[in-house]
Nanobody
Framework: QVQLVESGGGLVRTGGSLRLSCAAS????????MAWFRQAQGKEREFVAA????????WYADSVRGRFTISRDNTEKAGYLQMNGLKPEDTAVYYC??????????????WGQGTQVTVSS
């Protein structure tokens, strides 16, 4: 069993930065692909980024590639999403996830509760 808790969301102006954190509990966290998804109001949840269990491989949605960076620290049982160059369209609830598979095809087994990111224009 893995539990995920996100933090770091907030209100930021266009062009600003935020760093989301995902704290994990459970012995098996390091064996899972970790990912971030987001859901804007009135829209479906969408894939943002993923990182392999080792941290060596990363995948990004086209909309965030070059602006966001995903990483993880298995020793600390934590994952991160550094978001730079934020745009109003990045406004959403961001969810941490752990599962199997690669990239956007990850089969999510565990979800966090979400953290709100709001980007003002």
């Amino acid at each position: 069993q893995v539990q995920l808790v996100e933090s770091g969301g907030g209100l930021v102006r266009t062009g600003g930065s935020l760093r989301l954190s995902c704290a994990a509990s459970g012995r098996t966290f390091s064996s899972y692909t970790m990912a971030w998804f987001r859901q804007a109001q009135g829209k479906e949840r969408e894939f943002v980024a993923a990182v392999s269990w080792s941290g060596e491989l990363t995948w990004y949605a086209d909309s965030v590639r070059g602006r966001f960076t995903i990483s993880r620290d298995n020793t600390e049982k934590a994952g991160y999403l550094q978001m730079n160059g934020l745009k109003p369209e990045d406004t959403a609830v961001y969810y941490c996830a752990a599962g199997t598979g690669v990239g956007a095809t990850i089969s999510v087994k565990y979800w966090g509760q979400g953290t709100q990111v709001t980007v003002s224009s």
